[in-house]
């Protein structure tokens, strides 16, 4: 065989399987997982002590090219992703220019082919140019190879314009990941509006802001039939929102959490740093406790990383001026690790579905999962592994992280990508 695993505990929730054994990959692919593969592999790898789950994709990612190369390249923020742990990579629209059309949609897989060593999929944008008015060249962009469609970071305000996304959107089976914010209702906010806020004297962004557009997502969802995903959900609302609809049967609506969402409060920017400034904006306590249970019990779909680089100049300006967003891709799946998998709020089946087994279903990747014949994407965790958050080691292009210096136990360990070691420690 090409490569052989030896005695690592192998959990693959999409067969149910959580046991040590060998994983052998030939050509590519999952050849053989058995309590011992006898034989010699053409290169064996002894993973005793560690953890073989399916390789992770991160379903909302920011890579800036074409157009901000100076904030991050296709190339740089994919090293980030395979030193994160992850195999695969979905790329938001917001380029320069905006993922709009089957030309862009182009370059960005020609690129990928060129520079990256993990697989990325493009996310086409909703409408032209991102504007929320009329809807992109989505049926070329679909022949083109997008995987599902994005305004990100620019919500689709007007409702018949969704609709009709959503319906189009059957056409070609590719779910709408939605930014769900009413601008209205934000009115140019900064951070989480409440005690902080206040204290601060920064104009807050309502909670209602995010909740009334997912109550009207939720709703177009059960009407059209479309498969919606709520990204980067961060309020208590909002995902019982998401939670009751499912229990009415509309299956086809999923969320996403990040790592941010999860672990700080609004409470982290009484420094005034611009590394805790993204949106939907760091919410309170009440809000970070909702959404940890929601990991726990199932109701959140996806742990992805809203990825979001930037250049040092750009993120020291003062706080209403700065721009949302930090990087998530090379401290994701330690933060999670260590401060949910190590204390047993979840365990390694529920990480890889998180991390694996759910994106891929809704992207409707053939990813996800280590069965025999699958290709070989492949997560290594190491839940003893020390690492350190240090900005000046990223391979990323950005720095701008608000858990500097943060140690944390637990990570990846190595990354493979289709029976190809492309990162270890």
């Known amino acids: 065989m090409q490569l052989i695993l030896r005695q690592g505990r192998v959990v693959d929730p999409s067969r149910k399987f959580d046991q040590v054994a060998d994983v052998g990959i030939d050509e590519g692919r999952i050849a053989e997982i058995a309590p011992r593969i006898p034989g010699k592999g053409r ?16 379903m909302h990612v920011h890579l800036r090219e074409p157009g901000r190369e100076d904030a991050e ?21 917001n380029t320069q220019p905006v993922n709009d059309s089957g030309a862009v949609t182009s ?23 991102s504007r929320g008015e009329t809807l992109a060249e989505i049926g070329e962009m679909a022949r083109a190879g997008i995987v599902a469609l994005s305004d990100d970071g620019h919500p689709v305000s007007d409702g018949q314009v969704m609709r ?53 997502d939720a709703i177009l969802a059960r009407q059209t039939g479309a498969r919606v995903h709520i990204a980067h959900l961060s309020t208590r609302k909002a995902l019982e929102t998401v939670v009751r609809a499912k229990a009415e049967g509309v ?11 999860l672990l700080l409060t609004d409470e982290r920017v009484a420094s005034y740093d611009t590394n805790a ?38 993120k020291m300006l003062e706080f209403d001026r700065a721009p949302f967003g930090i990087v998530g891709l090379e401290t994701a799946v330690s933060l999670v690790c260590d401060r949910f998998v190590r204390p047993g709020v979840i365990g390694l089946g529920r990480l890889a579905e998180l991390f694996a087994l759910n994106p891929a279903r809704i992207l409707n990747l053939e990813k996800g999962t280590l069965a025999p014949g699958a290709w070989a994407d492949i ?20 720095r701008n992280t608000p858990f500097e210096g943060w140690t944390l136990r637990g990570g990846p360990a190595m990354t493979v990508v289709r029976g190809k070691v492309v990162w270890s420690v």
């Not at 960005?108 to 944008?125: D, N, T």
């Open 107 to 129: 370059f960005i897989l020609q690129r990928a082919r060129e520079v990256s060593k993990i697989a990325v999929y493009p996310i086409g944008a909703i409408t032209r140019g």
């Open 277 to 314: 400034k993204m949106n939907p904006p760091l919410r309170g306590r009440d809000d970070v406790d909702a959404l940890v249970e929601g990991i726990s019990s199932g109701a959140v779909d996806v742990i992805a990383t809203d990825h979001a680089p930037h250049t040092i100049g750009d």
């Open 43 to 58: 290169r064996e790898i002894d993973a005793r002590n560690l953890a073989v789950l399916p390789g992770f994709l991160d």
């Open 379 to 398: 997560t290594v965790l190491d839940l003893e592994r020390q690492v350190e958050v240090r900005a000046a080691d990223f391979a990323s292009r950005g």
């Open 164 to 216: 009709r996304a959503l319906e189009y959107s059957r056409l070609f089976n590719l779910p709408v990941i939605d930014h769900c914010e009413d601008l209205a209702l934000a009115a140019g906010g900064v951070m989480h509006e409440g005690y902080w806020s206040t204290m601060l004297g920064l104009r807050g962004i309502n909670p209602a802001a995010e909740e009334v557009q997912v109550a009207r």
């Open 73 to 93: 390249t296709i190339a740089t923020g994919t090293a980030a992703a395979a030193r994160g742990g992850f195999t695969a990579v979905a790329c938001m629209p």
């Open 251 to 261: 299956t086809n609506l999923t969320c996403e959490v990040t790592p941010h969402h």
